[in-house]
């Protein structure tokens, strides 16, 4: 019996809705050979859910299987739409069929490998909630017209494949909504994905992002430090591209962000949002036989790098549904990370094969994840003194020199003679609400001023392991 004569006939509740989830996915997912699977089928399938009179128990008292009936149509509109936009946005040159990706023995995902296949179909097939980060550079939607020359009039070599054409801005739109949709399902739920783009695209998908339940958490503007010019004059030069950063859900907690790494490696300052980095260019560029450029938009290794390294740990699995040229597989292989690329032209997905089997990865003691300082053990500033690092009566300067405290035999310090501990002080010595005294406040240690903070170091070093 079909979605159609259960509609007819009268059913209990939970005997519909039991119908429905066993039948619909065969249809979408093409594995019934009553259905066809073109998108007017699909059409058709949907219409019958909707002229379906669910009971007042199926709306309101079973609530679980309604929302997951909505999520289930609302996800599959926008694949069935987004199948149908690209039945006109195929690739030029090399696509290859579906079916090449799927899971590793006993259900796992095939990690470190390159998948030649769509992206919606190929995630489909990944089990659910296994990547911790995802990283997409989808088509830019570049709506360009004419051929671009330079002022010699040579041919800039832009932008100009099938794949970046669609037919329309909703096209474009239901194609962002199922990828991402996809991506979603298989993120672990403290995973983050960044997405990249440019002014043609980016602020649909950051709006189809929130739409699906995405958690924005920064937008990162990459500043390139050597872009193309508007040969025409007639713009401002397009010289960023840029990254929106973004949770699974407003809920997600326990998402990885390295921060004290990337202070570490910023001159101590925290990592901006905005990042100057070149373009992909000389060695690092891949050619094809006739050394022209491979891909018109590979990303430069720098820029996965920061991203990587900001948002995963060594052991982590990246997902990088649209993998081109494979950098995000190159740099998670040298970083320690597992990836999973999927790519549909054939003829990128050989050339990122081939590029990531000839990378080693860096040495253990490169990439190993450092410890948060907030896992570090607890130091009080009164075990300072108790370890005789710093006695009762010294004096404790800020780096300019401009206040002094003295340092009581109870572990608090005083400052005009108001006492309390080196937060407190360093706060109102400044007079901020807060204050980290333990890099605020400086002492005379081995022979020179630095921050009490050498003090707590040296102080967790010599503590045993067990205790760290």
């Known amino acids: 019996m079909g979605l159609s004569g259960a509609c007819e006939k009268e059913t209990s509740p939970e005997s519909h809705l039991n119908l429905v989830f066993t039948q619909l996915p065969q249809v979408l997912f093409r594995r019934s050979p009553q259905f066809p699977c073109g998108a007017p089928q699909l059409s058709r399938v949907f219409g019958l859910l909707h002229s379906c009179a669910f009971p007042a128990s199926c709306r309101n008292g079973n609530g679980k299987n309604a929302r997951r009936l909505g999520l289930l149509m609302r996800n599959e509109r926008a694949g069935a739409a987004a199948r149908a936009s690209q039945l006109r946005v195929m690739r030029t040159g090399n696509p290859a069929p579906s079916g090449m990706g799927g899971l590793s023995k006993a259900g796992e995902p095939p990690l470190n490998q390159v998948i030649t296949g769509d992206c919606i179909e190929e995630m489909a097939r990944l089990p659910p909630q296994c990547a911790d980060l995802v990283f997409a550079d989808p088509p830019y939607n570049l709506q360009l017209r004419s051929e671009l020359f330079r002022p010699d009039q040579s ?140 891909h018109p938009t590979q990303k430069p290794e720098a820029l996965l790098a920061r991203v990587l390294l900001a948002a995963s740990n060594p052991g982590d699995v990246v997902l990088d549904p649209f993998s081109g040229s494979g950098t995000t597989g190159a740099v998670a292989k040298k970083l320690g990370r597992s990836f999973i690329g999927i790519e549909r032209d054939a003829v990128y997905a050989r050339a990122a094969k081939a590029r990531i089997a000839k990378l080693t990865q860096l040495p253990a003691g490169a990439i190993a994840a450092a410890a948060p300082r907030r896992c570090e053990p607890r130091i009080p500033f009164a075990a300072i003194l108790e370890a005789g690092l710093l006695r009762a009566g010294e004096v404790l300067f800020d780096e300019k020199r401009r206040h002094q405290a003295l340092v009581r035999a109870d572990g608090t310090i005083s400052l005009g003679g108001i006492m309390g501990s080196i937060h407190k002080i360093g706060a109102l010595a400044q007079g901020l609400p807060a204050c980290n005294g333990w890099i605020f406040w400086h002492a005379e240690i081995e022979g020179k001023p630095q921050p009490i903070d050498h003090l707590r170091a040296k102080l967790r070093a010599g503590l045993p392991k067990s205790l760290g």
């Open 155 to 294: 041919r800039v070599d832009g932008v100009a494949d099938a794949w970046d054409k669609f037919a329309s801005f909703s096209g474009y739109d239901n194609f962002t909504r199922a990828w991402l949709g996809a991506a979603r399902r298989v993120m672990k739920p403290a995973a983050t994905i960044f997405v990249i783009g440019t002014y043609h695209n980016i602020f649909r998908v950051g709006s189809i992002l929130q739409d699906l339940g995405f958690w924005i958490l920064n937008d990162i503007i990459w500043r390139k430090a050597n872009p193309m010019p508007n040969f025409r004059g007639r713009r401002f030069t397009n010289a960023h591209e840029t990254l929106i950063w973004a949770a699974k859900s407003a809920e997600a907690k326990g998402y990885t962000f390295n921060y004290e790494q990337l202070k570490a490696g910023n001159e101590d300052c925290q990592m901006r949002s905005d990042w100057l980095l070149p373009l992909c260019t000389g060695a690092e560029r891949l050619k094809d036989a006739m050394g022209r450029k491979l």
